[in-house]
């Protein structure tokens, strides 16, 4: 009798251990791909120690700034200081968004894909980069008010295709959004105002990845199928 409080007791502990969510930590990097453009932009990749850049447009008419426009990606930890932490589940930023709004001409641009790569140091020692669609929403500059006019960086699908294994499970990373308030509000759009540069974090979330289980076939399938074998056999008796 005194066996049964012990495996009860054994059998709860396991169960918490499982539902316990994995913790990741390690640094981010960043890289623009695939622009949406034909011309009149450049990409410059150099997030690790650096920042990975894409500038678009010309200063070349009477009603242009002197500076074009850009993009600028600077992943946590890629710089050489402290990495990213975070449960699976949980939010967390990842890196840092600038946007430098110009008034210019002579371009087409009208997006790109940030690649982020995260480099999990613990509790696994990996590499994957997962990618997000990112776009521009130009605003006519009509209203002389530099918000109203300001152009916005949009997140377009913030789940990836990509993911990474560990421990059995499948996980994949989640863009939630842009913040300027410590992951209080993110936002999948991101003002800046005409003429000015603005700056925001982007974060994320790893998720485990909810694969559908296998559905066992029923009792009663397997004698009907069976039953189908044992009428199979039958016919071939009776022929033979």
């Not at 997140?155 to 421990?167: E, L, P, R, T």
């Not at 499948?170 to 308030?181: H, N, R």
Request: with cysteine; glycine share 14%; aromatic share 10%.
């Amino acid at each position: 009798m005194s066996i049964r409080p012990i495996t009860i007791s054994l059998l709860l502990v396991g169960a918490a251990g499982a539902a316990q969510a994995a913790t990741f930590s390690g640094i981010a990097s960043g890289t623009w791909s695939n622009p949406d453009a034909s011309y009149g932009y450049s990409i410059s990749n150099n997030d690790l120690g650096g920042t990975a850049d894409v500038n678009w447009g010309k200063t070349s008419c009477l009603s242009c700034t002197d500076f074009d426009n850009l993009w600028s990606f600077d992943g946590i930890g890629s710089d050489g200081g402290q990495g990213w932490s975070a449960n699976a589940g949980d939010v967390f930023s990842f890196g840092n968004f600038t946007y430098r709004n110009g008034s210019v001409n002579g371009h087409d641009f009208e997006g790109a894909d940030l690649d982020v790569t995260l480099q999990i140091m613990s509790p696994i020692g990996l590499n994957q980069t997962f990618d997000f669609e990112f776009d521009v929403v130009n605003t006519p500059n009509t209203s002389g008010n530099p918000v109203t006019d300001g152009d916005t960086a949009d997140i377009i699908g913030s789940v990836s295709n990509q993911s990474f294994m560990y421990g059995g499970n499948e996980y994949t990373l989640e863009l939630i959004g842009f913040s300027q308030d410590v992951g209080t509000t993110p936002t999948t759009g991101f003002n800046s105002p005409e003429g000015s540069t603005s700056s925001a974090a982007l974060y994320g979330r790893i998720n485990q990845v909810d694969n559908p289980p296998e559905v066992p076939l029923p009792a009663a399938g397997w004698l009907l199928v069976a039953g189908m074998g044992g009428l199979a056999g039958l016919r071939r008796m009776q022929k033979g």
